[in-house]
């Protein structure tokens, strides 16, 4: 590639190597998420400038191989294989070579540019391990560049030698013996596919065939737009009987091995390891013995989870508090300021009841917000978020489920987006629905204003335990929804728990900030969009039509809220005020507390004296039950569409969600006031 | 040698894998993560039920009961567990797939 101009750069890795620190790294603050080519998956995508050149880095998902097992595989090969970017980036963990190089090792056989960038290596320096870099460059014919990614070092090295590289056009792709018999069935397949100009320019046919051999399912549909692909499936089937009489081995495994053959004979004599420590004796070893202990496991966990929701409300409340403070000085200061310069009456009140009552009222959780993603930060990346998966995989199993599923859940509990699409790890379809529809029932910290508000007004002595409880109620709701659903919706055997356990690492401050930023941003954004215009909403209705009492039931909201509220008598808050916030908050749950704000024309502190006088303890506890279940936000709802891929599946989500959480919410009030608690 | 059942190794063992049974996406999961015939692994940890934790290529693996029992292996007599022939990548969790399988 050389000459100028601007260039595309695609980066590609094993997840756990670093790949997105690399990304951070090369593109800063210029980044934005877009969607791959013919799906709605997000896409991370950055640009900087180097040497006058402009470069696009597009970050694609974490995978271990190019084959079709799970999501992420199939959107990284896609993106190589039809966008071909002018060269992949691919981040290995230069520690572990034989295992990293997998990865590398297909893309070289599709014929794609690579530039490796052996991360970890200050890891590779501590262990004392020894690698001839020069050397494993000329053995794979492409340059090697050693980075040490969470230092920044290395980065120019790379990108110097990235834009050294040759053109796209003069790559020839890597060829591996797979022995005599493997190699005359490939010679047959890629034979026949030059034969179909169409295929045969555009792909290497040897690449293709090895696929097809491999029994790659996915990879007809890049054929199948082709034609002929008939005939191929008969030779394919011809083949493999073939083979597997001969070798009396399936093919696919057979091809693994020769690939992993291949490695050792590239890393022979280049990667030299001290004969150190034995498996089982690591540092990593010794500390999983404790953590991930059969009786000692969960109790840890557990413990875990208490320390992170106790940092998120003893931390956060003096922080929010502070939010809440300057939010109320705001609101006096402008109103005092917009009387001063006579501004009329209603502009006043869009400022102060509208904007500053209701994002004020939300904005408030931020610090809560943004300490809960710091704690789940720290989970990811210390490398203890794998291990809670391996220590509840037994329990997940008595949901037909597995260890892997864990994951998203636990991270629903910051935001159901990033969950829903986490389950994309996940090989099997099954447990991929069952994990994505009983996802928003772990409580994200959108609905956590509504639980603070309630919870501070009704139940001041033990707030901690009755949000606690909630949070209890969506997981215990979500073991309950995921039984039922492996019951009697995708019945079929549970599939396999294999996932990497990476070695503990101390999370870097740096790392764990942007982390915590990349998701706290989110919310943000959310803010000055999304609620901003539901707020302004919210007020416009509140004073329609012309002459009416703001806020009163008679404005257009107070109509829909009327409308809405009857189905709500049974559960105790048949008035139209939370009609209206229930149905705002579909658009985000925190909308609840900012429909509330501006309905009753104040921010946080004086809100909860407000609702005082609508709710009752018994009414708040339903109330809370009802926004924890009923249909997830918009952007969950998106998110389980695009993921899904099915409006029957979306649908489904949003109805039995409405119906669970309206019965119980029933079922709560009726059940207190039988009890007395009304 | 007997052929046994990862599932019924015991904590602290080296293993050669000699074949994989079950379905073709469990093969294709425990090829990408390095586990083919042929490639020597160490049993980290294997309780009684529950998942185990394997070494392959100097990476911990978590692996469900249910794979674990798909995977036929062969211990390594102790004694013989790290012998230089087999290679000088890695000499601590075993030498790679392929070096072992010829």
């Known amino acids: ?678 | 040698m007997e052929r046994l059942t990862l599932g019924l190794i015991k904590s602290g063992t080296t293993a050669i894998v000699k074949d994989i049974r079950g379905n073709e996406n469990l093969r294709r999961a425990l090829v990408e993560q390095g586990l083919v015939a042929g490639c020597r692994l160490n049993v980290v940890k294997n309780d009684i039920g529950g998942p185990l934790i394997i070494s392959v290529n100097d990476t911990r693996l978590a692996l469900g009961r249910g794979a674990a029992l798909q995977v036929m292996v062969e211990e390594v007599d102790s004694l013989k567990k790290f012998t230089p022939e087999l290679g000088n990548t890695n000499l601590s969790a075993g030498v790679l797939c392929g070096e072992v399988k010829k």
Not at chain 1, 162 to 179: A, C, F, M, T, W
Not at chain 1, 191 to 211: V, Y
Not at chain 1, 506 to 516: A, G, V
Not at chain 1, 615 to 624: I, R
Request: proline letters at 4%; a neutral charge; glycine letters at 10%.
């Open chain 1, 1 to 678: 590639m050389s000459g100028t101009g601007s260039m595309v750069i695609a980066l590609a890795g094993n997840p756990n190597c670093g790949k997105t620190t690399v990304f951070n790294n090369l593109t800063g603050a210029r980044q934005h998420v877009g969607n791959w080519p013919g799906k709605t998956v997000e896409k991370k995508e950055g640009r900087f400038s180097f040497a006058g050149r402009e470069i696009q880095v597009v970050d694609l998902p974490g995978a271990y191989s190019l084959g079709a097992y799970s999501e992420d595989e199939i959107i990284a090969r896609d993106y190589i294989l039809h966008q071909k970017p002018d060269t992949v980036v691919n981040v290995l963990d230069a520690t572990n070579l034989d295992r990293n190089l997998y990865l590398t090792i297909q893309m070289l056989e599709m014929g794609a540019g690579v530039v490796l960038a052996l991360n970890m290596y200050d890891e590779v320096k501590a262990k004392q391990i020894k690698i001839d870099i020069h050397e494993l460059a000329r053995r794979l014919g492409i340059a090697v560049i050693p980075t040490t990614a969470c230092h920044n070092e290395g980065m120019k090295d790379l990108i110097n030698a990235v834009i050294s590289q040759p053109g796209n056009d003069r790559r020839k792709p890597l060829e591996i013996d797979y022995g005599r018999e493997v190699e005359a069935e490939l010679n047959t397949i890629s034979q026949f596919i030059k034969t179909i100009p169409d295929l045969a320019d555009k792909f290497s046919p040897r690449w293709l065939a090895i696929k097809i051999l491999e029994g790659d399912e996915n990879i007809w549909k890049v054929i199948g737009k082709h034609g002929n692909s008939g005939q191929l499936v008969t030779l394919r089937d011809a083949a493999i009987k073939r083979l597997e009489d001969k070798l009396g081995e399936d093919v696919a495994s057979l091809i693994a091995g020769h690939r992993y053959e291949f490695i050792s004979q590239v890393l022979k004599g280049i990667v030299v390891k001290p004969a150190g420590i034995t498996p089982g004796q690591s540092f990593s070893d010794k500390l999983d013995r404790v953590l991930t202990h059969r009786f000692l496991g969960i109790p840890l966990f557990l413990l875990a989870m208490f320390a992170v929701f106790n940092l998120t409300f003893a931390l956060g409340s003096p922080l929010a508090d502070w939010v809440d403070r300057f939010f109320a000085w705001l609101g006096g200061v402008t109103g005092m300021g917009l009387a001063a310069i006579s501004a009329p009456a209603f502009i006043t009140s869009l400022v102060v009841d509208g904007i500053i009552g209701g994002v004020g009222s939300v904005i408030v959780f931020l610090p809560n917000i943004l300490l809960l993603f710091l704690s789940i930060s720290i989970l990811e990346d210390s490398g203890y978020m794998a291990r809670a998966a391996y220590i509840m995989d037994r329990f997940m199993h008595k949901l037909g489920l597995h260890g892997k599923s864990f994951i998203p859940l636990i991270l629903g509990f910051g935001c159901n987006v990033p969950a829903i699409m986490a389950t994309r790890t996940l090989g099997n379809r099954n447990d991929r629905l069952i994990t994505i529809l009983i996802n928003p029932l772990m409580s994200c910290t959108a609905r956590l204003p509504v639980y603070v508000l309630f919870a501070g007004a009704f139940f001041t002595a033990n707030q901690g335990v009755i949000i606690f409880s909630l949070y209890l109620l969506g997981i215990v709701l979500a073991i309950l929804m995921g039984m039922l659903f492996k019951k009697f919706v995708f019945k079929g055997g549970a599939s396999h728990f294999i996932m990497e356990l990476p070695p503990y690492r101390l999370p870097t401050l740096r790392s764990t900030l942007t982390n915590m930023w990349d998701r706290g941003s989110l919310f943000l954004r959310k803010m000055a969009t999304i609620i901003l215009a539901v707020v302004i909403l919210v007020w416009i209705l509140s004073n329609l039509p012309f002459g009416v009492e703001y806020a009163s039931q008679e404005s257009i909201l107070g109509r829909i809220g009327s409308f809405i509220a009857p189905v709500f008598t049974l559960a105790g808050f048949g008035f139209w005020e939370a009609g209206i916030a229930l149905l705002f908050g579909i658009l985000a749950k925190e909308v609840v507390v900012g429909t509330l704000g501006v309905v009753y024309g104040i921010e946080e502190a004086g809100l909860s004296m407000a609702i005082a006088g609508s709710w009752t303890a018994l009414s708040a506890y339903s109330f809370m039950t009802m926004t924890l279940i009923y249909i997830p936000c918009i952007a969950s709802i998106a998110a389980i569409k695009r993921e899904t891929n099915s409006w029957k599946w979306t649908f489904f989500a949003i109805g039995y969600s409405l119906l669970l959480g309206w019965t119980l919410a029933v079922l709560i009030f009726q059940a207190g006031r039988l009890l007395g608690l009304g």
